[in-house]
């Protein structure tokens, strides 16, 4: 059985931090790019970063870049997402997903993927 399972979310104050964790099992880690999507309320669904199969390259959305960073432990079939500096409108459910390509190549939030996480909440006062 496929699995997907982000974990790590919560309350903080603004410019604080956390570590969300997606772990994952059923499909071969090293051979899917892993994204990281978010959904605010109200709002369309919004690719935050992601990671390619080899992890050698990652990629960000504007509004996180320099804050965020998304790192991988192919030896406990996890990514990570740091997230350093949240600011109120980081606020949002915070998905995985792994599609089976070996780079991203960007952010996209259409980006068609095969397996999906439940996603994980993230809330950031003010």
């Known amino acids: 059985e496929v699995q997907l399972v982000e974990s790590g979310g919560g309350l903080v104050q603004a410019g604080g931090s956390l570590r969300l964790s997606c772990a994952s099992s059923?499909?071969?880690?090293?051979?899917?790019?892993i994204d990281w999507f978010r959904q605010a309320p109200g709002k369309e669904r919004e690719g935050v970063a992601c990671?390619?199969?080899?992890?050698?390259?990652?990629y960000y959305v504007d509004s996180v870049k320099g804050r965020f960073t998304v790192s991988a432990d192919n030896a406990k079939n996890t990514v990570y997402l740091q997230m350093n500096n949240l600011k109120p409108e980081d606020t949002a459910v915070y998905y995985c997903a792994a599609v089976s390509v070996p780079i991203c190549g960007g952010i996209d939030a259409q980006r068609s993927m095969d397996y999906w996480g439940k996603g994980t909440l993230v809330t950031v006062s003010s």
């Open positions: 059923g499909f071969r880690f090293d051979d899917y790019a």
């Open positions: 990671i390619s199969s080899r992890r050698r390259s990652a």
